[in-house]
């Protein structure tokens, strides 16, 4: 999100513009880059890590591409709650307690309901879903996330006839989290279609195992033709509405990341083009795909709409 020129230049350089001064801060306390998130996130004790084996299943939806790197997936985050470096949140989201953990599935349903996130495991049965994530700032990762679709949970509250969207809201706690950057908490929305659509997953793994905390533990959305910011991460609120909600960075910068955050290699970003990424591990950019491949699946959700004005 936010930089100036992804692609030709090194992640390790990668900079939100409003954030430079704020990351040179971090740079210069903590070092930087891949290498020593990953490092330092493998050095931790494993009750740090915390991540255990879940079972799964494999699904059909995945794609067969080679998965990234684990230590990529882990050590390279974007999760601006535990810092603005891309190895801040390996860093430091053991900070985060993982239970107890409750989400409450709330607004415009039937049936409102509080959840403790191990019922939560055991609302649908878990699957392994390899999905890319393509990043705004264009570069790719292939991922083996685990997870359930969003609308096994939305199911089971009921949505009203009145409900047109979800809200996500994020947790915040600003005693072991950044105070400024964004307006806290992280907050994300979808339509309801596509909150339903058989793609969009509530991950709650990575690698067969628990989320590691800076990629969302317990609970992130993984939305697969959107770009990597849908993915709202430790969701504590999941709400039903009738109003398009706000979303984090659509309030930081409403001309740069708008509400349906496709993958859409036509829109450019009004800073740089879209029109190609680089997966995280390689060198050549290749071209970025409408709806980051899944057109087929969920072109559909978007006939008849002006995707320039609603990116
Ligand atoms: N709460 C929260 N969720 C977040 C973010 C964040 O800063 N805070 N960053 C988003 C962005 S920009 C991306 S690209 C993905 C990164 O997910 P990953 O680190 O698991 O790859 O998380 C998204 N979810
Ligand atoms: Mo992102």
Redesign the pocket.
């Given at each position: 999100?936010l930089i100036k020129k992804p692609a030709d230049i090194l992640p390790s350089e990668i900079t939100p513009q409003r954030l430079f001064e704020r990351r040179r801060e971090f740079i210069s306390r903590s070092g930087t880059g891949l290498l020593a998130g990953a490092a330092l996130w493998h050095g931790l004790p494993s009750s740090a890590r915390a991540t255990t084996k879940l079972q799964t299943a494999p699904s059909a939806l995945s794609t067969t591409e080679p998965l990234s790197d684990r230590d990529a997936?882990t050590g390279?985050?974007?999760?601006?709650?535990f810092g603005t470096d891309k190895a801040d949140?390996a860093r430091n989201a053991h900070k985060m307690a993982l239970r107890p953990w409750t989400v409450s599935v709330e607004g415009m349903v039937g049936k409102p309901r509080r959840f403790d996130i191990d019922e939560l495991l055991r609302v649908a049965p878990l699957e392994e879903r390899i999905y890319r994530?393509r990043?705004?700032?264009a570069w790719s990762?292939v991922?083996p996330w685990v997870g359930f679709p969003l609308a096994a949970l939305l199911k089971q509250v009921e949505p009203l006839g009145s409900a047109k969207y979800v809200e996500f809201v994020?947790?915040y706690d600003p005693r072991i989290m950044i105070r400024d950057v964004i307006d806290w908490?992280?907050t994300?929305g979808l339509r309801l279609d596509e909150a339903l659509h058989p793609l969009t997953l509530l991950a709650v793994g990575?690698y067969g195992e628990t989320l590691p905390g800076?990629?969302?533990a317990p609970l992130?959305?993984v939305v697969p033709w959107k770009?990597?910011?849908?993915?709202?991460?430790?969701i504590v609120t999941i709400r039903l509405t009738d109003k398009e909600p706000a979303t984090?960075?659509n309030k930081f910068a409403p001309s740069e990341y708008g509400f349906y955050s496709n993958v859409n290699p036509e829109v450019r970003h009004p800073r740089w083009s879209q029109a190609t990424e680089r997966r995280i591990g390689e060198l050549r950019k290749r071209p970025t795909q409408m709806f980051n491949g899944y057109a087929e699946q969920v072109a559909s959700l978007y006939q008849g709409m002006d995707l320039k004005k609603f990116y």
């Open positions: 999100m997936v390279y985050n974007n999760f601006y709650e949140p994530l990043c705004v700032e990762m991922v994020t947790h908490p992280y994300e990575v800076q990629n969302g992130r959305l770009y990597g910011f849908k993915s709202a991460k430790s984090a960075w």
